[in-house]
């Protein structure tokens, strides 16, 4: 029972951790505009951790009210991290390395691509856009989506190593309890 407790806690520690890392590295690329390991990391952490990948996700989303004020530009952090967290959930897990690699990329990549579209209903409710002029906004954006899904094209493939990585270290960890 005891192991079972501190298995538990080391868990936490873990998965705080890796929210902290996705704040941090969220701070460290704000020189490039949109260009951000968030997408790598969501994906990465649901492909080793499965539904407890939320957990550092919403360690993330949380330290982002926390830090920078829990406005309106933040609601919609609450699910469209979820979105790509989902969508990785549903790939086969069974994919060969060869697929896996170009497949998780080229989804990261989507992601931020939709990124201005995923953020205007929010948007839009909030600010009272009819339709019409949410298309404006989402447009308007588009340049900064481009660059969103080109940064995560290239990061996303990191996602196979990364995994792989964090698997290894997650086998050693619970090896050396």
């Known amino acids: 029972m005891r192991s079972y407790k501190l298995q538990r806690l080391a868990d936490l520690i873990i998965f705080a951790m890796l929210g902290v ?14 260009v951000h390991f968030l997408g790598m990391l969501t994906m990465t952490y649901t492909i080793v ?23 309106l530009w933040w609601i919609p952090y609450l699910y469209i991290w979820t979105i790509l967290w989902g969508i990785t959930m ?36 909030m600010f009272g856009y009819d339709f019409k002029t949410m ?25 196979i190593p990364l995994s792989d990585a964090l698997k290894k270290f997650h086998k050693t960890a619970r090896k050396d309890n």
């Open 135 to 159: 298309l404006v906004w989402i447009g308007s954006g588009l340049y900064f989506d481009i660059l969103h899904c080109i940064g995560n094209l290239a990061l996303g493939f990191l996602i």
């Open 90 to 125: 549903l790939l086969p897990k069974n994919m060969s390395k060869k697929v896996a690699i170009p497949v998780y990329a080229v989804v990261c990549a989507l992601h931020g691509l939709a990124y201005g579209t995923l953020y205007a209903p929010a948007q839009a409710i």
């Open 49 to 71: 951790y499965r539904k407890k990948a939320l957990i550092p996700l919403y360690v993330f989303v949380m330290l982002m009210g926390i830090f920078n004020g829990f406005s």
């Open 21 to 34: 890392i996705m704040f941090i590295s969220k701070y460290l690329t704000e020189v490039i505009p949109n």
